[in-house]
């Protein structure tokens, strides 16, 4: 199963749940499923949904800072049919591209705990095998990278985190790691708007080819 809209198996992120749509109630608050072409060559993997973003509106990185560089950027390299994601009606669509976390539930502090992570990483897992031959996976941040390699049953020593780094996985799929767009990322200039568009670059580039 890719996707389980009614998972409750971590009990601290089904309670923090339970809390923010008592406090929010028009907040979507549950696992947000992935977002995109169901056909996709290209699945990009967050970490986890936002409070004011995902959690709220039920589309991946739509409502938060985060999601303005992401969809701009998927929009000028032909993967989205507008540059920004208003909400989840906005007839936005994405081609050749799925958008998906590592974590489907909202994690307190946006820090998700180790055994959640691994909860959700059958569902990252059965999202990589259903990848079609010559796929590749954009990873934002560490922990989605990590994911992904944990999904692929790889030694996460043998694929270290680098920003536009690409590592080669089982049965040819193929990886790019990137910093996360995060407005603490794009602020502090960790991350420029040049940076994250040349790994996008990069996937189309593959990706042509």
């Known amino acids: 199963m890719i996707f389980d809209p009614d998972c409750r198996r971590c009990p601290r992120l089904a309670q923090f749940l339970d809390q923010v749509k008592a406090e929010y109630p028009d907040y979507h608050a549950r696992p947000v499923a992935p977002f995109g072409d169901p056909s996709a060559d ?109 999904a692929r049953g790889l030694k996460q020593a043998a694929f270290a985190f680098g920003h536009n780094r690409l590592h080669e996985l089982a049965d040819g799929l193929l990886l790019i790691d990137s910093y996360h767009c995060s407005r603490y990322n794009t602020q502090t200039r960790r991350l420029t708007a040049e940076m994250f568009h040349a790994v996008f670059a990069r996937a189309r580039a593959l990706l042509d080819t």
């Open 42 to 150: 290209l699945l990009i993997v967050g970490l986890a949904p936002g409070m004011h973003g995902a959690n709220a509106s039920g589309r991946p990185f739509t409502g938060d800072y985060a999601g303005i560089l992401l969809y701009e950027t998927l929009y000028r390299f032909g993967f989205g049919s507008a540059p920004e994601s208003l909400a989840a009606d906005d007839g936005l669509q994405l081609k050749g591209c799925r958008i998906t976390n590592a974590v489907k539930c909202l994690p307190p502090q946006n820090k998700p705990v180790g055994s959640e992570i691994n909860h959700c990483n059958a569902f990252l897992k059965q999202e990589l095998d259903a990848l079609p031959d010559g796929a590749l996976v954009v990873a934002l941040g560490a922990i989605a990278h990590n994911a992904v390699v944990k």
